[in-house]
């Protein structure tokens, strides 16, 4: 079936965009920018130069400034721009970059005006537009170095999970969610060489950027007591609930993940699992129904051994439980916890604490000084205590309505 004239022309202008995008996004991901801090606009100026063009040849910018981002990449359609990186070597050079007038831009501008524009063509190839993406190989012998392109078939291989979240993050308009969705693939620091490669990977590098410099003061890290505030009221969302909900919140105080579970369990996805590192996760334990009326264990418990495993070998910031009476939360020891730390560590402790307290207990109820209800409920609070007194772990349990 023949293309009409529209679709034609729609699929060549997003082949020029893709190839200019792409040439820029493979030489910045191989640019150091502490070797290469400028760069000067170099339009071709012939018949064939429009007005905008014209009118930033020649400009310098700061490589990885606001301004270098919009414009290292085609202004328009057929757009033959290139940027000529500066050495920090070259004496006396100062970025001079002027924005054009609004007129011009709005005239022959139209990826500044729309930059995701044809994305409809885009959609069915990887986020970024193209099934190719640029690398810089290095040959161990002679230490020279080539640009290759190559195909992207690992877009295949990502989660279905993950490419939601990527394409919604290319589209959305709305820099809250925009900024949620990037912190969900771990894409906050382009200065971090392994989240510049993905970001460059996953086409996102332009998003992430602008988010870095104008979608920050809406997601402001929220103060010690703002966070605190901010976790106890949603756990008051779900401290009643007849199922356990699990909430992943960051330090903005935005929930990244809200899992839902049984009556004594909650699970969370791969992809769910990896928005816990730095961030702090809640669940609720409900009443635990399988106990008689009146039990102490009607009240749900504290965090259990499988949420402290979790937490370290997540990389958690804290890890809490709320249940009707009481609210339970773990921190990090001094030193900090990993997964290393959880199997070595916090596991034998755990173990060992356990068997100590159950003789305790058990010699507290036979002296009459417990019922065995009460020596229940009190068990794994107790374990908890005595693994924070020899881990150096924090833990404390409050009233969940003081």
């Excluded at 012939?46 to 414009?71: F, H, I, K, N």
């Excluded at 150096?392 to 349990?397: E, I, L, Q």
């Amino acid at each position: 079936m023949a293309l009409s004239n529209q679709q034609e022309r729609g699929i060549q202008a997003t082949a020029s965009l893709s190839i200019t995008e792409l040439y820029a996004e493979g030489r910045d991901s191989a640019t150091d920018r502490e070797e290469w801090p400028h760069a000067q606009i170099v339009e071709r100026l012939d018949g064939r130069t429009c007005e905008l063009c014209g009118a930033v040849d020649g400009m310098v910018l700061e490589v990885g400034s606001p301004e270098y981002s919009e414009w290292r990449g085609p202004s328009h359609i057929n757009c033959r721009r290139v940027m000529a990186l500066i050495s920090k070597d070259e004496p006396d050079v100062t970025p001079d970059f002027e924005r054009p007038s609004q007129t011009l831009i709005e005239r022959h501008g139209h990826y500044h005006i729309n930059p995701r524009a044809h994305a409809e063509l885009r959609m069915p190839a990887e986020p970024a537009g193209r099934h190719i993406i640029a690398r810089r190989i290095r040959n161990l012998e002679t230490g020279r170095t080539r640009m290759a392109l190559d195909w992207a078939p690992w877009w295949d291989g990502v989660p279905q999970s993950t490419k939601e979240l990527v394409l919604r993050a290319r589209y959305t308009e709305d820099a809250a969610e925009l900024g949620g969705l990037l912190e969900r693939l771990g894409l906050t620091n382009l200065d971090d060489p392994e989240q510049l490669r993905r970001a460059c990977l996953l086409g996102l590098r332009d998003r992430v950027e602008g988010w870095v410099d104008e979608g920050l003061a809406a997601h402001r890290v929220l103060s010690e007591k703002e966070l605190e505030q901010r976790l106890r009221d949603l756990e008051e969302g779900i401290a009643l609930q007849a199922v356990e909900h699990a909430l992943v919140v960051d330090e903005t105080g935005q929930v990244l993940v809200h899992a839902t579970g049984t009556e004594d369990a909650v699970s969370m996805t791969p992809a769910e699992l990896a928005t816990v590192r730095g961030n702090h996760v809640t669940h609720n334990h409900p009443d635990w129904r399988q106990y008689p009326a009146g039990s102490p264990l009607r009240d749900g418990g504290t965090l259990s051994l499988d949420d402290l495993m979790l937490a370290a070998q997540r990389g958690a910031l804290q890890v809490r439980a709320v249940s009707k009476k009481w609210r339970h939360v773990a921190t990090p020891p001094t030193q900090g916890w990993n997964a290393l730390w959880a199997k070595y560590s916090l596991a034998p402790t755990y173990d060992r604490a356990k068997q100590r307290v159950i003789l305790e207990l058990r010699a507290a109820v036979l002296r009459g000084e417990l019922t065995e209800h009460e020596a229940l409920s009190q068990l794994q609070h107790l374990i908890l205590e005595r693994v924070s007194s020899i881990t150096g772990m924090g833990y404390s349990r409050t009233p969940r309505k003081p």
